[in-house]
Nanobody, 129 residues
Framework: QVQLVESGGGSVQAGGSLRLSCGVT????????MGWFRQAEGERREVVAT???????TYADSVKGRFTIFRDSAKKTLYLQMNSVKPEDTAMYYC???????????????????????WGKGTLVTISS
């Protein structure tokens, strides 16, 4: 049973930085499709960033140039480095994994990207102005 556990959320002022982590257990960890998603109160969940088995990443336009997704395979951990944060980044952030998803379907533009196999319970990020 694959389990994902997010951490690193908190309250930060606009312009600051935050790093989210997602630990992976219960699966022979190797590079596969993973992503960060977020859901603001009253809004639909949206994809923030993805990283495929080759290490290639894609980003939503709203975070491009500010956020970086990366992973440490030795630590079995996925990260989201958030810089120059804005109040509109306030949301619950979730990591997700899909071991069987091919690289060409592991992008923010993939219509089915929200249909990932495994999800964490989320970590709350609050950005104050």
């Amino acid at each position: 049973q694959v389990q994902l556990v997010e951490s690193g959320g908190g309250s930060v002022q606009a312009g600051g930085s935050l790093r989210l982590s997602c630990g992976v257990t219960g699966y022979t960890y190797r590079g596969y499709c993973m992503g960060w998603f977020r859901q603001a109160e009253g809004e639909r969940r949206e994809v923030v960033a993805t990283i495929d088995s080759d290490g290639d990443s894609t980003y939503a336009d709203s975070v491009k140039g500010r956020f970086t997704i990366f992973r440490d395979s030795a630590k079995k951990t996925l990260y989201l480095q958030m810089n120059s944060v804005k109040p509109e980044d306030t949301a619950m952030y979730y990591c997700a994994a899909d071991p069987e998803r091919p690289s060409n379907l592991c992008t923010v533009d993939t219509g089915s990207i929200d249909d990932m196999d495994y999800w964490g319970k989320g970590t709350l990020v609050t950005i104050s102005s």
